[in-house]
């Protein structure tokens, strides 16, 4: 595919449901944001701003199409300490590092790597952040009056009623503008996006942070910034794998690590917060039809507009029509089907989703439920497959003759299981150990070998090891200590 084609594809290919589609996230993305930027402790403007322009710039050098990125909570929390104890601008300087870790990673091409994480450790993820979404609705709902209740009802029937008669236009969008039309007409007291906080009423200026660029500032931001840079290509690679399944349809990770830098660069420079791929809003864009970069581009470039434009109007919208949008996010997030294969799947797999799901929720922290999900996962693997070396005797006529042939993995985990298979009792005259079936990955597979065969040679017996692949032998040449006359080349 030319590079016009390429563009095109992923720029014009659906106009009008891209348009539409990022109308309804920038409507939703304005009350986040400002919540957002409560959490950090900053000015609702700072959040406001980060999400117009982090959605522009990730929109022409991010890796996924259609994916939204912005002020996200994930982030906010990490930010908090920071500005209270050093103020606003050291923020700004600890996103602008963060961008530049992120670029780094991406030059170094590690986003590949997010491939590593199990689908348990995604459904976790996905479910944990589902339930995290219905979980920050509370707060709108909790003491509300009845109304509020009655227009929530009334907008997710609208979300889920209205693709039944048609799909011209976003349930979401529909709902939001009718619920919205309602309470201006009668004038119900329920709470709006007003409430939320001051809207900004001017254009982001360039600005450079007004710190001192002296090591003890490195020193203070440093740790901030690596932790946001982790945190923030975590959820922005795994919302990505998200929407690639959704969409059916791949992504560049490198990119999107390097486009994800680049937007936390010049978002503080413009009065904004550092941000990352933002789950809830990426999967109403995708539910909403967007499959296109237009989607992003418009969510922010509408964004900007509203609050500066349309203030007045964006400032009445009832919460309860969001609160509604997120409900359908949270519930069309949520993998249902987790539930249900429960039982049929390996007891190990349900493990590592629920420890997951659970870390995040109760911690409100992605990159532990994530971390431990992943450690889980490869503790579960190694005890799995260091369970699959054999050591099997093959019977010989031959007197004073031990002759074993060897299979499976070896390497720390199945090195003790390894050196526990071998018959020690008797006085044999010659043994050889056949490990053509096998593979030795590490040091610790090595000095397992050398183990058996020292064992051997104590009691007089003449140890033959054969079979041994390539990278095996190069690796027992390097670090082994038996006598490597007695281990000749592969094929011997």
Not at 122 to 143: C, D, H, K, W, Y
Not at 271 to 277: D, E, K, L, P, Q
Not at 472 to 488: F, I, M, N, T, Y
């Amino acid at each position: 595919m030319s590079v016009i084609a390429s563009a095109r594809q992923q720029w014009l290919a659906t106009p009008r449901r891209d348009l539409l589609a990022g109308t309804v996230v920038a409507l939703a993305l304005i009350p986040e944001a400002i919540a957002f930027s409560i959490i950090a402790g900053v000015d609702p403007a700072v959040g406001l701003y980060a999400s117009f322009v982090i959605a522009v710039t990730i929109a022409f050098v991010g890796g996924r199409p259609a994916m939204i990125s912005a002020a996200t909570g994930a982030m906010a929390l990490l930010m908090g300490g920071l500005v209270r104890d050093h103020g606003l601008e050291y923020l700004f300087a600890a996103s602008i590092l963060c961008g530049v870790i992120q670029i780094v990673v991406g030059l170094l091409r590690l986003g590949r790597y997010i491939r590593f994480v199990s689908r348990s450790v995604m459904t976790g993820f996905v479910n944990s952040l589902a339930i995290l979404i219905f979980l920050a609705q509370m707060p709108e709902l909790i003491g509300a009056n009845w109304q509020t209740f009655a227009l929530v009802a009334a907008a997710l029937a609208i979300i889920y009623g209205l693709p039944r008669l048609t799909r011209a236009v976003p349930s979401p969008l529909v709902a939001i503008v009718v619920i919205s039309a309602f309470v201006m007409a009668t004038g119900l007291d329920v709470r709006t996006v007003g409430d939320m906080g001051q809207l900004p009423t001017a254009l982001p200026m360039f600005h450079l942070p007004m710190v001192p660029l002296t090591w003890e500032t490195l020193a203070i931001i440093a740790p901030v910034s690596a932790t946001l840079a982790f945190v923030g290509l975590l959820e922005s690679l795994l919302t990505a794998n998200l929407i690639d399944d959704v969409t059916d349809t791949a992504s560049d990770k490198d990119r999107e690590t390097r486009g994800q830098g680049i937007a936390n660069i010049l978002s503080p420079l413009f009065g904004g917060m550092a941000g990352c791929a933002m789950i809830g809003q990426s999967m109403i864009n995708v539910s909403s039809g967007a499959r296109g970069r237009l989607s992003t581009l418009w969510a922010g470039l509408f964004l900007l507009f509203l609050i500066l434009v349309l203030q007045d109007w964006v400032a009445r919208i009832p919460m309860a029509a969001l609160v509604a949008v997120m409900i359908m996010v949270s519930v069309g997030t949520f993998d249902w089907g987790s539930v249900i294969r429960i039982r049929s799947m390996p007891l190990q797999s349900s493990i590592v989703m629920l420890a997951t799901t659970a870390t995040v929720v109760l911690t409100h922290d992605l990159s532990k439920g994530v971390v431990l999900g992943v450690l889980l996962s490869a503790v579960f693997f190694m005890r799995k497959v260091g369970k699959t070396i054999v050591v099997k005797e093959v019977p010989t006529a031959e007197t004073g003759l031990l002759r074993y042939r060897v299979t499976g993995q070896l390497f720390f985990a199945s090195a003790d299981l390894f050196a526990a298979s071998f018959e020690h009792h008797g006085h044999p005259v010659r043994v050889e150990i056949d490990m053509a079936g096998t593979r030795i990955w590490d040091l610790t597979g090595v000095a397992a070998l050398d183990k058996v065969v020292f064992r051997y040679r104590r009691q007089g017996a003449e140890v033959l090891v054969s079979g041994v692949d390539g990278a095996g032998q190069a690796l027992v040449e390097q670090v082994g200590r038996h006598d490597k006359s007695h281990l000749p080349a592969t094929g011997h």
